[in-house]
């Protein structure tokens, strides 16, 4: 079964930390994405990845960034985290365009 | 940006009834995905979708692609109470760097 791991389920941060955000897939998949679930928002792209070391920015990248350095691991780092980066964060990786994506089991993320 | 208009936003579903959701675009997509998101959980595939008027069934889903390939409809039949989530349409259409583009999702609940 493709696996996509996030590292924590639950994270409460201060304002002001810095934070990572890590994301794990264990089937030598091209492509990673960073995404946040707000209710009723639904799924917003925040960064994406199509091979090591090349990010591109999805429709809300602003105060995020990412970092993938090794093809299996995807990172997401809120530089100075806020409280409206208080969220539900899903990592997602698939072997091609326009395929199915296999999601991670999310981090909700609260910026106290 | 290109956007899928996913309906109804919400519904309440009684043990046994027949359920139906529908996505719908402005432009001609290339593959339709049905995904289902239990509490607390990533959004998991339950149907993938790559010709126009195909139709495909999983278990008690049944997900058609539409004739104009503007369209998709996910129908669940005999509904149980684990079939409570959010149900998201996906889909793909060339563009937006070939990455899916999801709906805002429908959830179902039980009815008290």
């Keep these: 079964d493709v696996k996509v791991t996030q590292s924590s389920r639950y994270l409460v941060k201060r304002t002001g930390e810095k934070v990572f955000l890590e994301c794990v897939q264990d089937m030598d998949h091209e492509n990673m994405f960073w995404y946040r679930q707000d209710p009723g928002l639904g799924l917003r792209l925040i960064y994406f990845s199509y091979d090591v070391k090349m990010k591109e920015k999805g429709d809300i990248p602003e105060g995020y960034s990412v970092s993938r350095e090794k093809k299996e691991r995807f990172s997401l780092i809120l530089e100075s985290a806020s409280t409206n980066q208080t969220s539900m964060y899903l990592c997602a990786s698939s072997s091609s365009w326009g395929e199915g994506y296999t999601f991670g089991s999310g981090t909700r993320l609260t910026v106290v | ?112």
Excluded at chain 2, 17 to 30: L, Y
Excluded at chain 2, 38 to 54: F, N, R, T
Excluded at chain 2, 57 to 86: C, E, H
Aim: proline share 4%.
């Design chain 2, 1 to 112: 940006g290109q956007q899928l208009n996913q309906s109804p936003q919400s519904m309440f579903i009684q043990e046994g009834e027949d359920v139906s959701m529908n996505c719908t675009s402005s432009s001609i997509f290339n593959t339709w995905l049905w995904y289902k998101q239990d509490p607390g959980e990533g959004p998991v595939l339950l149907i993938a979708l790559y010709k126009a008027g195909e139709l495909t069934s999983n278990g008690r889903l049944t997900a058609q692609f539409g004739i104009t390939r503007k369209d998709s409809f996910l129908n669940i039949s005999a509904s149980i109470p684990s079939d409570v989530g959010i149900y998201f349409c996906a889909g793909n259409y060339g563009g937006s760097q070939g990455n899916l583009i999801f709906g805002k999702g429908t959830k179902l609940s039980v009815k008290p």
